[in-house]
C-alpha cells in the first residue's frame, strides 16, 4: 500500500484498511485546520488505487471495513468511485461499509441518482465536517458552505439511505462568540437529524491559519468549563425526532460523553453538571491530543 503524507481518519475507523484515492484537500481553506497543508489536492489515478486495493488483497486475510482518504474522496466523479467501488467488491467480497469524507459541496454536487448508485455499490457512511451550526463561524473559518447548505447536505445523504457521521468543533467561535456557535450548532443536528454527531474541541497546530490569532489575543480559546458550559447548551438546543449517536469522547475533548439522542439528553446534561461542579473530571491538558 503506497501512502502520500500523513494520513488522517475518522475514529470509527481504527481498524479500516485505508486507501488514498486523493491526495490532500480540494477545499483546504479552513483556518482551524491544518491536515493537508502540506499537500496539492490532486485526484489519483484509478489504475493506480486498483494496484494498491490488489495488493491489500494478497497480504490481507480479512478486511471488513475501507475507508477511502484523503480529505474529500467524494470530489471524485460518480464513475471513478464506482469503477473503484466495483474492484473493491471483487477482490473484498467479506467488506460490510465503506466510507469517506465527502465536504458538503461535494455531497451537493451529487444528484440523488449519484448517492443511490454509490449505497448499492458499497459506501454505507460519509463522514462531514460541518464543524458549526452558525454562519457567522463558517465565514470566521472559511469553511466554503453556509448553514443552509451543510443541512441540505447531510439531509441528501441520509435521504439516500447513507449514514451521515457529522462532526462539529466546540470552541470553534471562541470566547466571543461561544453562544450563537452552541445554540446554531444544536438547530442544525435538529434540522439535519443525522446518525451520528461527532464533538471534538479545539485544539490547533502552529501551522493552522488561526493559530496566530491565538498568539496575537485576537482570538481567545474557551477555558475547559467554558466548554463545558458551551456543549450543554448545544445539546439543550438539540431537538431530534430518530435515533442520533452522540459521541464527545475524542482525545480532543475535556470530558467524555457517549450516547444516543433524544432518549439520553437529560442524562447528557446532568453529567455535564457533574463536570461544572468538579474541576476534576476534566481531563488534564497535558493529555489532550490532536
Known amino acids: 500500500m503506497r501512502y502520500e503524507g500523513n494520513i488522517f481518519r475518522p475514529p470509527s475507523e481504527a481498524y479500516s484498511l485505508i486507501v488514498q484515492v486523493t491526495i490532500g484537500c480540494a477545499h483546504n481553506d479552513c483556518t482551524f ?4 497543508k502540506d499537500k496539492v489536492f490532486r485526484v489519483r489515478p484509478v489504475g493506480e488505487v486498483i494496484e494498491d486495493l490488489e495488493g491489500a488483497r494478497r497480504s490481507c486475510r480479512s478486511v471488513r471495513r475501507i475507508f477511502l482518504a ?6 471524485l466523479s460518480t464513475d471513478k468511485l464506482l469503477a473503484i467501488l466495483g474492484r473493491i467488491e471483487e477482490l473484498f467480497p467479506e467488506v460490510e461499509r465503506v466510507g469517506v469524507y465527502g465536504s458538503p459541496q461535494d455531497v451537493l ?14 459506501v454505507g457512511i460519509i463522514y462531514i465536517g460541518a464543524e458549526s451550526g452558525s454562519d457567522a463561524v463558517l465565514r470566521d473559518v472559511k469553511k466554503g458552505a453556509t448553514a443552509a ?37 444544536g438547530r442544525m443536528i435538529s434540522e439535519s ?3 451520528y454527531v461527532g464533538l471534538l474541541t479545539l485544539m490547533l497546530d502552529p501551522s493552522a491559519p488561526i493559530y496566530a490569532d491565538v498568539q496575537s489575543g485576537r482570538f481567545k480559546l474557551l477555558s475547559p468549563m467554558e466548554v463545558i458550559d458551551e456543549t450543554a447548551l448545544m445539546i439543550e438546543n438539540t431537538d431530534i425526532e430518530r435515533d442520533c449517536v452522540f459521541r464527545s469522547n475524542h482525545a480532543s475533548n475535556y470530558f467524555s460523553l457517549k450516547g444516543t439522542l ?27 491530543l490532536l
Open 33 to 36: 485546520c491544518s491536515m493537508f
Open 70 to 75: 484523503d480529505g474529500d474522496a467524494l470530489a
Open 109 to 122: 454536487r451529487k444528484s440523488p441518482e449519484e448517492l443511490a448508485r454509490l449505497l448499492a455499490a458499497g
Open 149 to 185: 447548505e451543510i443541512i441540505e447536505a447531510i439531509r441528501k445523504i441520509e435521504d439516500a439511505g447513507i449514514e451521515a457521521s457529522v462532526t462539529f468543533i466546540s470552541g470553534l467561535a471562541g470566547a466571543a462568540g461561544w453562544e450563537d456557535h452552541a445554540v446554531m450548532t
Open 193 to 195: 437529524q443525522p446518525s
Open 262 to 288: 433524544p432518549r439520553d439528553k437529560e442524562r447528557l446534561l446532568a453529567e455535564l453538571g457533574a463536570a461544572r461542579g468538579d474541576e476534576g473530571l476534566l481531563k488534564d491538558e497535558r493529555f489532550r
